[in-house]
């Protein structure tokens, strides 16, 4: 889906809809993407570190959960995150996941025209996409959640203030 409009013939038209729904689904792509890989490095490197320990006792203290606040060790926790982080560069590099193209791509096409406009896939875009896609779905969630997420409500008095009005 996403290279159809890298592919696209330069006389083909694309509609707003057209280019909000590969916005959408690029997002939900990414989401997907966020999620698997902070589920999958987090699967791989427990077991690792939980194999390591039945082979090394003493690196429990390190790799192991604390038994008393159920934390996990300093360098486990950061290892798993590193490791995250990594897998995520990568698979945004092999699937060219770009989130400032994308952006980018979807303001031309809601503006009207690309005007002379090249859009092209940077590594920087690609490597900061990779990040947000490492530190996973809890992090987009939270991101979310602090700039899109519940508005205060408006007091009655004031929204029939504006219906009078």
């Known amino acids: 889906m996403f290279k159809m409009f890298l ?23 990414i989401l997907l ?16 570190s939980n194999l390591l320990v039945g082979i090394f006792p003493g690196l429990s203290g390190l790799l192991l959960p604390n038994q008393q606040n159920g934390k996990a060790g300093p360098f486990r926790s950061g290892f798993i ?29 809601l503006a009207g025209g690309a005007d002379g406009e090249i ?23 939270e991101l979310y959640k602090n700039y899109f997420g519940k508005q205060s409500p408006v007091p009655l008095d004031e929204l029939e203030t504006f219906k009078a009005g």
């Open 33 to 48: 993407a966020s999620f698997i890989i902070e589920r999958g490095v987090e699967f791989l490197f427990g077991t690792v």
């Open 7 to 29: 592919l696209m013939p330069a006389a083909a038209v694309i509609t707003p809809g057209q280019a909000i729904s590969h916005v959408l689904v690029m997002l939900g792509e």
């Open 81 to 109: 995150q590193f490791m995250a982080v990594i897998f995520g560069i990568f698979s945004a590099w092999i699937w060219k996941f770009d989130l400032f193209y994308l952006f980018a791509q979807l303001r031309m096409f």
């Open 119 to 141: 859009l092209v896939i940077t590594t920087w875009g690609i490597v900061l996409t990779g990040i947000v896609i490492g530190m996973g779905s809890v992090f987009i969630h």
